[in-house]
């Protein structure tokens, strides 16, 4: 077989057909076949011979082809999961904070003006640490879960529904109007009133709700900002409640952060004092101690009541070094009461302790110097824990709890009745008094079936190897009821209200008892 040389024609058309099909072949046609003759000779060998090359090219290529889009596909599969990750919430599948502020960002730049605007609810659950607390954190994550399904079948279709982190939601309405937003608003709590079962418990969410329609010129920040603060609003006056944003609320808001600035600064700037309401052994009259309050003077507001500034406090992490000065004030009030010789057998302080400082890993370390650099004995301080704090104790808690039981300082439930009022985990726990809230005992001079409810109640702490403290006692006749059922420690206005230190000591140097020592002072 003769091959042409360039330019030239050979004889055989066949070797034509060669040197075509391979230019072609080089050319990425690789479909290409060269025909072969009945010869069967070697000119045809060699076409048969390009052919099989040229399939098996065109397979490797189509293979390559096939995984380069199978691998595209999934590069992408992966790109778009990454991004639906950055969106969305883990816990529920929710939009997150992110997706959220994208989504208003395009509301907003949609918006041509008009009645109708988009809208912002801004959403948080009433009372979800508790939930937390009394059934875990487990059970927890089980109602968010559910929250998240409610709110997405409730809300007018369009809406973008939205978890921001922990037990707040959002939902980004499209254009609406005011009575429409506020609709959504309270269809969004009616489906939370219902009932959840959560591991055979019985739940029924409540949420606060902030409304904000968007306004011309207002950026994401500002509608969600509004929101935000119509909901805090909410929540001060609720539970469960709706508000529309209005003007005045930013002003609260913005003196809430200046109260929160100026109560750090408040224990430096002397702006604290306390107050002592006597606990009285409710057959003698005698003050079995004193419970420790606290009041702050504002420079500017006046008098600030606890119930005001204590939340913020827990808020703003300002608890902690309050919390601290309230213990080391108060037990150097009592070496001062001791020091001029106004002192009673088995008379002691009593002081609340928050959640967060039951969290901090030092509170034992600093009780213990505080003690001891006052000439305190143990025995001589109660430590006041909300319920809630007991129960939902971790194992920081729980080794603060045992730790101060071994030092010897007293440990007291305090508020029992407001919260979870379990009776079976009172054994469980390292707990010498139980104090009763004034809830319970409101109505026992008008209600005998709350006035037995009441004794079951006591003589259930006392089965548990523990004292009562009756709180909230404002009549001789609830006294005289007390008394009956063998309660032997009670306190509240009958008695006295809050007291002065110098009227402390007047007290404990006189020797008399209470509720006529009072009216003396009075």
């Avoid at 959002?170 to 959560?198: F, H, K, N, Y």
């Avoid at 609260?252 to 702006?271: H, N």
């Avoid at 809630?388 to 439930?413: H, M, N």
Wanted: charged share 25%; aromatic share 6%; hydrophobic share 45%.
């Amino acid at each position: 077989m003769t091959i042409p040389k360039n330019g030239e024609r050979s004889g055989d058309p066949r070797l034509d057909r060669i040197v075509e099909g391979i230019v072609r072949i080089a050319a990425g046609n690789l479909a290409n076949r060269i025909p072969v003759s009945p010869a069967r000779d070697q000119v045809d060998a060699v076409s048969t011979g390009i052919n099989l090359l040229a399939a098996e090219l065109d397979d490797m290529y189509q293979d390559m082809e096939q995984r380069v889009e199978s691998r595209t596909l999934e590069l992408r599969e992966a790109h778009q999961q990454v991004q639906r990750m950055a969106l969305s919430d883990p816990l529920t599948g929710l939009s997150n904070r992110i997706d959220l502020m994208q989504q208003v960002e395009r509301a907003l730049t949609d918006w041509h003006g008009g009645e109708s605007a988009p809208g912002v609810l801004m959403i948080d659950l009433d009372g979800f640490k508790e939930i937390n607390d009394g059934f875990g954190h487990k059970a927890g994550d089980l109602v968010l879960q559910e929250v998240a399904v409610r709110l997405v079948a409730s809300v007018p279709e369009g809406s973008v529904v939205a978890r921001l982190g922990g037990d707040e939601f959002a939902v980004l309405l499209p254009e609406v109007a005011r009575l429409s937003a506020l609709a959504a608003a309270e269809g969004i709590q009616a489906a939370l009133g219902v009932r959840t079962v959560v591991e055979g418990l019985d739940v029924w969410p409540r949420a606060s709700i902030g409304v904000h329609l968007a306004e011309a010129g207002q950026s994401a920040e500002d509608l969600l900002l509004r929101a935000d603060t119509a909901m805090y609003e909410a929540k001060e006056n609720g539970p469960g409640l709706v508000r529309l944003f209005e003007p005045v609320m930013l002003y609260a808001r913005q003196l809430r952060r200046e109260m929160a600035a100026d109560l750090r600064k408040a224990v430096e700037r002397s702006e604290f004092r306390l107050v002592y309401q006597p606990v009285v052994d409710l057959v003698s009259g005698q003050m079995q101690g004193v419970e420790v309050f606290l009041r702050w003077e504002h420079p500017t507001q006046g008098l600030v009541m606890p119930d005001v500034f204590i939340p913020l406090a827990e808020e703003s992490g300002a608890i902690l070094g309050i919390g601290r000065w309230v213990l080391r004030s108060a037990l150097e009030q009592l070496s001062v009461w001791r020091a001029a010789g106004q002192d009673q057998n088995g008379f002691h302080i009593r002081v609340n302790v928050s959640p967060s400082q039951l969290h901090s890993m030092d509170l034992v370390d600093y009780v213990r110097a505080q003690l001891r650099e006052t000439g305190a004995a143990p025995e001589d301080l109660t430590l006041e824990i909300t319920e809630s704090a007991f129960v939902g104790s971790g194992e920081v808690e729980t080794y603060s709890l045992r730790a101060l039981k071994a030092l010897g300082v007293r440990l007291e439930i305090d508020d029992f009745g407001t919260g979870y009022s379990s009776i079976s985990y009172l054994r469980r726990l390292p707990v010498d008094t139980v104090k009763v809230d004034r809830a319970l005992i409101a109505e026992i001079s008008r209600d005998e079936g709350q006035l037995q409810f009441v004794d079951a109640v006591h003589r259930l702490i006392q089965a548990a190897g523990m004292e009562a403290v009756f709180e909230g006692i404002e009549t001789l006749q609830q006294a005289e009821l007390l008394q009956d059922m063998g309660c032997c420690s009670g306190q509240g206005y009958y008695f006295s209200r809050p007291l002065t230190a110098e009227q402390v000591g007047t007290l404990l140097a006189s020797g008399s008892r209470l509720p006529l020592a009072t009216a003396l002072l009075a």
